[in-house]
């Protein structure tokens, strides 16, 4: 069955950095993009990254651009998610997302960026 399983977070303090990770199984992950989302407390799920299955194409929510980088190792089917300069705004549970479809999610990781 398809799984995600995510991992990699953590608390740290604003200007800081943590590489999350998104082990893929159950399809045939080179097949897809792989997409990460949030979701802050009392707000809904938001678009974060996404990478085409070879990696030639890579998008960015506005809030994250240029601090976060998305990449995949399609050999180890997984996804990271490198997140530089972290800011308190950007603490959330992430989760990646494969639609194949349908969607399917992972449980998530917590990331809290306070000092």
């Known amino acids: 069955q398809v799984q995600l399983v995510e991992s990699g977070g953590g608390l740290v303090q604003p200007g800081g950095s943590l590489t999350l990770s998104c082990a893929a199984s159950?399809?045939?992950?080179?097949?897809?993009?792989i997409y990460w989302y949030r979701q802050a407390p009392g707000n809904g799920r938001e678009w974060v990254a996404h990478?085409?299955?070879?990696?030639?194409?890579?998008n960015y929510a506005d809030s994250v651009k240029g601090r976060f980088t998305i990449s995949r190792d399609n050999a180890k089917n997984m996804v990271y998610l490198q997140m530089d300069n972290l800011k308190p705004e950007d603490t959330a549970v992430y989760y990646c997302?494969?639609?194949?479809?349908?969607?399917?999610w992972g449980q998530g990781t917590q990331v809290t960026v306070s000092s």
């Open positions: 997302n494969v639609r194949l479809p349908p969607d399917f």
């Open positions: 159950g399809f045939t992950f080179d097949r897809h993009y």
């Open positions: 990478i085409s299955m070879r990696s030639d194409f890579k």
